[in-house]
Nanobody, 127 residues
Framework: QPQLVESGGGLVQPGGSLRLSCAAR????????IGWFRQAPGKEREGVSC????????NYADSVKGRFTISRDNAKNTVYLQMNSLKPEDTAVYSCTALRVISSRTFSMCLYEYNYWGQGTQVTVSS
């Protein structure tokens, strides 16, 4: 059964950094657009960032632009989310998704559709 496994979450002080990983098991990420989402208690799920299958295109939510960087290493079948200058409002469960590339429009659908969804990793930003 294909699955996505997130790791790297934890407790960090405001201004600190974390790097999240999204590792794929049973599927080859080369063929997928990957997205990162987050959900805080009592809030709606928010799309954070997307990366195209070859890493050539990325996008970010305004709330994280300039602080977060998405990247991928297809040789390791893993996508990363580097989070710097963390704020308390970044506290949430972070999950990754994979959307199979079927056309040039797939990247634009990253935050709206998915084929696979990971269990998530908790990020807590607090002093």
């Amino acid at each position: 059964q294909p699955q996505l496994v997130e790791s790297g979450g934890g407790l960090v002080q405001p201004g600190g950094s974390l790097r999240l990983s999204c590792a794929a098991r049973g599927l080859i990420l080369d063929y997928y657009v990957i997205g990162w989402f987050r959900q805080a208690p009592g809030k709606e799920r928010e799309g954070v960032s997307c990366i195209s299958s070859n890493g050539g295109r990325t996008n970010y939510a305004d709330s994280v632009k300039g602080r977060f960087t998405i990247s991928r290493d297809n040789a390791k079948n893993t996508v990363y989310l580097q989070m710097n200058s963390l704020k308390p409002e970044d506290t949430a469960v972070y999950s990754c998704t994979a959307l199979r590339v079927i056309s040039s429009r797939t990247f634009s659908m990253c935050l709206y559709e998915y084929n696979y969804w990971g269990q998530g990793t908790q990020v807590t930003v607090s002093s």
